[in-house]
């Protein structure tokens, strides 16, 4: 196998038209694709419309793997460079699902674990591209490049519970779509009535038809977030103020508001954890305010 270089990949074959370095697929019912580059977009080279031409692959292979890569060529203008290129190491199944296991593109580094939602036409030492929670490849099932997300996030994102803003939310956007003519009222009507019945994320995300991590929610309360602000500034001035116990006692006011700014914050979560979340985060502001707090204490009396 040749060594790679981080952000370096090489063609495997070569353009019969312009004899350019290119990246060809091949099936055996005769289909035929050639890209510039690999990874997203996935560009395609210009010159070979026609697939019943002969085209020269390197070391008889058809199809673009690590194994491929014996000369250096740097990635085009126009691939998105966001995506960074990974090998497949393995795959194994956990629990039903997938679970790929991941390679930088130069063999070195931290692997990561990828948990696919369904079979994938993967196999070791195939490039894959990754962006935050997504995996782009080729799929040569259907013959076209696809993106997947990590079924992990998605399984979390699809139990979080679902808020009555969070519908009136949806259910405005739904509106939005009628008025732009995107959806039809019949269309809306039957989506309203799945949405208010609707108890978590990947219900609402079943009955729109979309993947539950494109769900738009609604944002945070303004008021939320000012709160938050002034609870922090209250336990600031509370610690540069007063010293030992008399400082956290002051905190309180600031303690009480950051823990219910945080509750409130959160309220696609179960109970139980929102009020640990909120007492967590509200003692764990306690050391940023104490310090910047001691820092003002400290300037004041140096003047």
Request: avoid cysteine; charge should be positive; charged fraction near 25%.
């Given at each position: 196998m040749s060594s790679v270089a981080v952000g370096w990949i090489s063609p495997n074959a070569s353009c019969p038209v312009c004899g350019a370095s290119v990246y060809f697929y091949a099936n055996q019912h005769g289909s035929r694709v050639f890209f510039d580059d690999l990874g997203p977009p996935w560009p395609k080279h210009p010159c070979t419309d026609d697939p019943t031409r002969n085209v020269t692959t390197a070391g008889g292979r058809q199809a673009p793997s690590l194994r491929d890569f014996s000369v250096m060529q740097r990635p085009s203008e126009?691939?998105?460079?966001?995506?960074?290129?990974?090998?497949?190491?393995?795959?194994?199944?956990?629990?039903?699902?997938?679970?790929?296991?991941?390679?930088?593109?130069?063999?070195?580094?931290?692997?990561?674990?990828?948990?696919?939602?369904?079979?994938?036409?993967?196999?070791?030492?195939?490039?894959?591209?990754?962006?935050?929670?997504?995996?782009?490849?080729?799929?040569?099932?259907?013959?076209?490049?696809?993106?997947?997300?990590?079924?992990?996030?998605?399984?979390?994102?699809?139990?979080?519970?679902?808020?009555?803003?969070?519908?009136?939310?949806?259910?405005?956007?739904?509106?939005?779509?009628?008025?732009?003519g995107e959806m039809t009222l019949d269309e809306m009507a039957d989506a309203s009535v799945a949405v208010q019945a609707a108890r978590t994320r990947g219900e609402i995300a079943d009955a729109l038809k979309i993947r539950v991590t494109d769900l738009k929610v609604a944002p945070p309360r303004p008021g939320d977030l000012w709160m938050l602000a002034i609870a922090f500034v209250l336990m600031v001035v509370a610690t540069s103020a007063a010293e030992g116990g008399r400082s956290f006692l002051m905190m309180l006011p600031g303690l009480l508001l950051m823990a219910t700014a945080v509750y409130r914050l959160n309220p696609d979560v179960e109970r139980g954890t929102r009020v640990f979340l909120a007492v967590l985060m509200a003692m764990v502001a306690i050391c940023p305010a104490g310090v910047l707090g001691g820092a003002i204490q400290v300037e004041i009396l140096g003047h």
């Open positions: 126009s691939r998105d460079r966001r995506w960074k290129p990974y090998t497949v190491r393995g795959i194994t199944i956990e629990d039903g699902r997938p679970r790929i296991t991941l390679q930088p593109l130069s063999g070195s580094g931290r692997a990561r674990h990828w948990i696919a939602s369904k079979p994938m036409p993967l196999q070791a030492d195939d490039l894959v591209f990754v962006q935050a929670q997504q995996m782009s490849y080729f799929d040569t099932d259907v013959w076209q490049p696809a993106v997947v997300e990590d079924a992990r996030r998605a399984v979390e994102t699809a139990r979080k519970l679902i808020t009555t803003r969070d519908k009136q939310h949806v259910l405005a956007t739904l509106a939005a779509q009628v008025a732009a």
